[in-house]
C-alpha cells in the first residue's frame, strides 16, 4: 500500500501499490493521483473522518469502485454504500437514572406530540380552584359582616330608653340600693342644679361624689388585688412590680391594669405600683381623688368634684378627659375611656375602631364596665347595654336580668344578679366564664382571662387562667 494526494480536492489516502488513479474516495472524483511521503499523513490521513456527513458523503449514482486489493471473488460494494455503513453507529439504549423526575429519553425514530390533554387539566384545576378560593372570600366577608353586625355596634337588648321626664328616675336612691349608702352623694340627683351658656351647655354646680362602699377586689392582666382592714393583698404576675403593694395603708379603692395598680387612700390621695413606661403611675400629684380605673397603659381618677383626671399612654385620645364633668363612675380599657355622669348618659375617649365609644344614645345606666375593646353599661332596670367587640352574641347579654353589677375582661363579660348569682358571657376557652356555681356573692371584678368573685363571707371564688397564679385566693379571707 502507498500513499497518494487526490490532485482534486487535495485528499490523502491509500491505495494499492502501482495504482496511480481511482476514484477519490474523499470527493468522489475520478483523479489522477500524486505521491506524497509520510509526513503529509500524519495530519491529512483521516481529514475525511472528520468532515460532516453532509460535506463528505458521496452521492447515491457514484462510480462502483473496484477490489482496490480485495481477496478475488468478493464483489466489490458501491463507494456510497461503503460511506454510509462507515458512518453508522450502533444505537445504545437510553436507560434514564431512577428518582424523582426521571422520564424515559424519547426515541429518536418517534414524533414528540406535545400533552394536550396534561395541559387542559392543569388549566381546568387551576380555573376550578380560583373559584372555590373565590367563593371562600365571599363567604368569608359575609360571615365576618354579620358577626361584626352585631359585636361593633351598640345593643340596646332590652328595655327601652327612658325619657326622664314620664320616669323620672331616681339615679342617686337606685345606686345607692345597687352599692351600698353614700355611692353618690349630692342631696340627691334631683338637688342638682344647672344653667345654660350661650352654647346651651349644661352647666353644674355644688357637684360631690364619695367612693363606693363596695369596692374592695380588682382583677387586672395576671393580677388580683384586694383591699382588708386598709391594706392592699395581691397575687399574681409581679414582673413590673405590680403586686408590691404590701405597704400600702389607709386604702379605700383599688383598681389594677394590664401591669400596673392603683389605690385610693382615705386622705383622697393615689398610690401606684408596677409599669410606669407611659408614666401611668405618675399620680402623686392627685388629690381628693374617690375613685380610680387603671386601663392597659393609661390611668384615670374620679375627683370629688365630678371632673376626671388622667396619666399614661393617649396616643388615641383615651386621656381626653379635661372637659368631663358631673361623672360618678369611670372605666378605663385597652385604648379608651368611659365615664358616667349623673344623669344616666355616658362620654367616652380615644379609639373608636370597634365602635366601643359609642355610647352617645345611652340613657337610664347606673354602671359601666370597660374591656380591651367593648364597653357596658347597666340600665336602672336591671338590662345590660353593649358595645365594640364584645366576644358575645345579642341573644347572651338580651338573657341578662335583674342584674345589680358588671364587670369586663379582656374579652368577657361577668355580672352579678341581685339573688347573689353570676354570669359571664364572652370567650370562655379557659374557664374564665364558669361562674354558674357561684352563690352569696356581693362583688366581682373581670380579669385579663380569669374571674373572681367576693362572697358575702369574706371568701372569694376565682375561675380561669391561673398561669401566673392569680386565681390563688382560696386562703383569702377580706371580711
Same mark, same amino acid.
Given at each position: 500500500m502507498a500513499f497518494y494526494r487526490c490532485t482534486q480536492c487535495g485528499g490523502i489516502f491509500e491505495v494499492a501499490d502501482g495504482k496511480t488513479s481511482c476514484y477519490c474516495s474523499n470527493c468522489g472524483a475520478h483523479q489522477l493521483l500524486a505521491p506524497t511521503d509520510a509526513s503529509a499523513r500524519q495530519g491529512d490521513v483521516h481529514q475525511r473522518?472528520?468532515?460532516k456527513a453532509e460535506e463528505i458523503?458521496?452521492?447515491?449514482?457514484?462510480p462502483v469502485q473496484q477490489n482496490n486489493g480485495q481477496p478475488a471473488g468478493q464483489q466489490a460494494q458501491p463507494q456510497a454504500a461503503v460511506w454510509q455503513q462507515s458512518q453508522q453507529k450502533p444505537k445504545s439504549e437510553y436507560h434514564p437514572p431512577i428518582g424523582k423526575g426521571a422520564v424515559p429519553y424519547p426515541d429518536a425514530s418517534q414524533s414528540i406530540q406535545p400533552k394536550i390533554g396534561m395541559n387542559k387539566g392543569l388549566l381546568f384545576g387551576l380555573i376550578l380552584g380560583g373559584i372555590v378560593l373565590l367563593i371562600g372570600i365571599v363567604v368569608t366577608v359575609a360571615v365576618f359582616a354579620m358577626r361584626a353586625d352585631h359585636l361593633v355596634q351598640p345593643q340596646e337588648l332590652s328595655g327601652g330608653i327612658y325619657d326622664d321626664e314620664d320616669d323620672d328616675i331616681d339615679y342617686g336612691a337606685y345606686r345607692s340600693y345597687l352599692f351600698g349608702e353614700g355611692y353618690v352623694s349630692s342631696s340627691s340627683d334631683s338637688a342638682v342644679s344647672s344653667s345654660s351658656d350661650e352654647d346651651n351647655e349644661v352647666k353644674h354646680s355644688d357637684f360631690t361624689v364619695t367612693a363606693p362602699e363596695k369596692h374592695t377586689i380588682c382583677a387586672g392582666g395576671s393580677h388580683t388585688v384586694a383591699i382588708k382592714d386598709g391594706k392592699a393583698l395581691a397575687t399574681g404576675d409581679n414582673e413590673e412590680g405590680q403586686c408590691d403593694v404590701s405597704g400600702?395603708? &389607709?386604702?379605700?379603692?383599688?383598681?389594677a391594669g394590664y401591669e400596673h395598680t392603683l389605690g385610693v387612700k382615705a386622705d383622697g390621695t393615689v398610690v401606684a405600683a408596677g409599669d410606669n413606661v407611659f408614666d401611668q403611675c405618675e399620680v402623686s400629684g392627685w388629690e381628693d381623688v374617690v375613685d380610680v380605673a387603671a386601663g392597659t397603659f393609661h390611668s384615670l381618677a374620679l375627683k370629688k368634684d365630678g371632673t376626671v383626671l388622667a396619666a399614661g399612654d393617649d396616643d388615641d385620645g383615651q386621656c381626653n378627659v379635661d372637659s368631663w364633668s358631673n361623672i360618678t363612675a369611670i372605666a378605663a380599657g385597652y385604648h379608651h375611656s368611659v365615664g358616667l355622669r349623673a344623669d344616666g348618659t355616658v362620654?367616652?375617649?380615644?379609639?373608636?375602631? &370597634?365602635g366601643q365609644c359609642n355610647v352617645d344614645s345611652w340613657k337610664d345606666i347606673v354602671a359601666i364596665a370597660v374591656g380591651d375593646v367593648h364597653t357596658v353599661g347597666l340600665k336602672a332596670d336591671g338590662t345590660v347595654v353593649v358595645t365594640g367587640k364584645s366576644f358575645a352574641d345579642a341573644s347572651e347579654f338580651a338573657a341578662m336580668k335583674n342584674v345589680v353589677a358588671i364587670s369586663a375582661g379582656c374579652s368577657h363579660t361577668v355580672a352579678l344578679k341581685k339573688d347573689g348569682t353570676v354570669t359571664a358571657v364572652g370567650y370562655s376557652y379557659d374557664g374564665r366564664c364558669d361562674t354558674g356555681s357561684w352563690v352569696n356573692v356581693t362583688e366581682i371584678a373581670a380579669g385579663g382571662y380569669y374571674s373572681i368573685g367576693l362572697k358575702d363571707d369574706g371568701t372569694l371564688y376565682a375561675v380561669g387562667d391561673n398561669e401566673e397564679n392569680q386565681c390563688d385566693v382560696g386562703s383569702w379571707d377580706i371580711k
Open positions: 473522518s472528520n468532515q458523503a458521496p452521492q447515491d449514482n457514484m400600702w395603708s &389607709d386604702i379605700v379603692t383599688v383598681s362620654v367616652a375617649a380615644g379609639s373608636n375602631e &370597634d
